[in-house]
């Protein structure tokens, strides 16, 4: 059996809730990759658990680093206004079909995203915005690690935390 991760959105107009197995977040990323041709899209972490964690330290893992995903679909505007995330986070149905059904319905023709990155991608020019560009990617990458850093220091805590209750019992 697949583990469901429960995926919590809110707006200002509502607040979902919907869970997705972990191919779910592999075809977000894929539809996103597919829609924006060139966008930075963060990877999913591995499927298969590697080293010596425990299966439950593996899924709590996952998971930070899901939610690191996600964060960084939400962060960039036109990832969060793709029909791809917006079935995502906000239908019921398993994804695959939501969003099959959301493609043959016509709501995943061009969206908004897409039409802000054709925009943005007519407007650049390379040799008058490398360096932006470049400088951009590199805070955007240093965001990145320093939510890593967090979440490999919440995930030492929460061990450690976890030692400590286990040794008192």
Not at 81 to 101: G, H, M, Q, R
Request: hydrophobic fraction near 40%.
């Amino acid at each position: 059996k697949q583990t469901e991760y429960v995926v919590r959105a809110s707006s200002r107009t509502a607040l979902t809730s919907v869970k997705r197995e972990y191919d779910d977040f592999v075809l977000l990323r894929a539809k996103i990759m597919e829609r924006l041709p060139g966008a930075c899209v963060p990877p999913v972490p591995h499927k298969k658990r590697l080293g010596s964690s425990t299966k439950s330290e593996f899924i709590q893992k996952r998971m930070h680093l899901l939610e690191f995903f996600l964060q960084a679909i939400v962060d960039n505007p036109f990832s969060r206004c793709d029909t791809a995330f917006e079935v995502f986070i906000n239908s019921p149905e398993p994804y695959a079909k939501a969003l099959k059904a959301a493609v043959q319905s016509g709501a995943g023709a061009s969206t908004e995203g897409q039409r802000m990155w054709r925009k943005a991608l007519d407007e650049a020019t390379v040799a008058e915005d490398a360096g932006a560009l470049l400088d951009e990617l590199s805070r955007e990458i240093d965001v990145m690690l320093k939510s890593l850093v967090q979440v490999k220091d919440a995930a030492k805590a929460h061990s450690a935390a976890s030692r400590k209750y286990g040794e008192a019992a």
